[in-house]
């Protein structure tokens, strides 16, 4: 594989952005080598500078749900673009669109749109800290909620993978207030409700997360956590971001049928532009300016393009329930084909999977929390992920990341990938 143009493209974007790259993860770090450059995308396959090929197991780390380039959003953008890039102004599209969220995702009565999933949870535990009057919130080890200040602590994703769960900059002020619970135990709640009596504004999660690789919620937490906040009075915050519209039309909270009373939303929301939202009970969102006193705003808001293909892709999946049944298939298909292939080989290490979502853990050891993901072998995992790289298959560079699959993964094409996997298990440990 001859990946000489990104070779020098990496060396060349070294000298103007920070790193090469404008989001930390894209560099390799964690697995080696340099980062490839990508030109185009189409279906399930991306295309790199070189003219490589590769079979997508990211998606854009989670939006292009139907594959890449739709000719349904491709369609939306482009008529949307004969009207102007933006307005700053309302249009007849953003109620379209709450509308829309509303009807499909249980927790959500308002909504407020915003450009990323990091702004949607930052403007989520403002307004619940309005609403509340209480200035602390219990966050998990592990998860990620985008790189806002207040939560770069003990953070999933690339802040593990660049090993700073902890980030510089964070001051001591901000950071006193987050208070941090492994996942999946609803005795450390307890214990930290208790000793902080009255004073907890929300408890936030991924109610499934995928951001210290995947893990799945033990039967009755999520019931839990609902428990113990209606006693409290604290605001139950799902973060939503990669399994909303993803492990089903409402996300986990109609998989697992808890409703929280605030829910953040992004990437699949946007149809692969920059959106975000968080929504939720009418009275909690109602605090939100210009209805009330909490501030969050944003000149790109509810962008014109930007809502056109969020439309697109939440009509499709709307009215096409079809699409889960099909994500659902193709991911036990797929994790199916790799379980056999590693019995075969003789080799015991973790699958977590739930819907169209996955992750392989280098440990014979259950993934349930941030402690157990991290006795995954991840020199190995780094090894793997070039076996794969180089056999036609991108995966999500780190190991504390899930894999998202999408509609375009045909049986041929899970074959392939489900034969890398041999090919590359097998050059490694066989
Ligand atoms: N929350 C979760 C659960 C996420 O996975 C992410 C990003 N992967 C974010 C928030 C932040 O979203 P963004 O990168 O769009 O700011």
Redesign the pocket.
Known sequence: MQISTSKSLFDRAKNFIPGGVN?PVRAFRAVGGDPIFIKRASGAYIYDEDDNSYIEMINS??PMILGHNHPMIKEAVVKAMENGTSFGAPTAREIEIAELIISMVPSVERVRMVN??????MSAIRVARGYTGRDKFIKMEG?????GDSFLISAG?GAITMGNPDSPGVTKGTAKDTLLAPYNDLEAIETLVAANKGQIAAIIL?PVP??MGLAIPKEGYLQGLRSICDREGIVLIF????TGFRLAKGGAQELFGVTPDMT?L??IIGGGM?V?AYGGKKEIMDCVSPAGPVYQAGTLSGNPIAMAAGLAMLNHLNEHAEVYTQLNEIGSKLTSGIQDSLNKLGLNYTINHLGSMYSLFFTAKEVFDFESAKHSDTALFGKYFQGMLKRGVYLAPSQFESLFLSTALTDYLIQTIVSAHHDTMKELVG
């Open positions: 989001s780390w989670g990323s999933g990091t702004e949607a949870t998860h990620y909620h985008g790189h994703s991924e995928g951001n973060d939503e971001v990669m953040t992004g990437k920059p975000g």
